[in-house]
């Protein structure tokens, strides 16, 4: 997953891959909160079987919002953002709205 956000207005603590695999193996992890963006590589484990479990969490995201942010800001996933399915063999494009939302302070 590669996400792209406003990093004049927020900031990128952490991030996880969420519970789609019974046991997820991460690969890479990168935060780039210079540059607004954050890269997260994961597939189901190497120890697992069978396929995605019935849950649409992806990942998880953990941010803060900036002293000086204001007005509204959107988070949103790179157009080449996707996913493989157990052994790499069908690539599942992962599509999302941007997500905007308000800073209220």
């Not at 909160?33 to 597939?43: D, P, Q, T």
Request: proline share 5%.
């Amino acid at each position: 997953l590669r996400l792209v956000f406003d990093p004049a207005q927020i900031s990128l603590n952490s991030f996880s891959a969420g519970d789609v695999w019974v046991k997820n193996n991460v690969l890479a992890q990168k935060v780039d909160n210079l540059n607004g963006k954050a890269n997260l590589v994961f597939g189901q484990g190497f120890d697992s079987t069978g396929g995605p479990l019935n849950s649409q969490v992806v990942a998880s995201f953990n941010f803060t919002v900036l002293p000086n942010a204001s007005g509204s800001s959107t988070l949103r996933l790179d157009p080449e953002s996707n996913s493989a399915y157990a052994n790499v063999d069908k690539l599942i494009e992962v599509k999302a709205d941007p997500l905007s939302f308000n800073i209220l302070k």
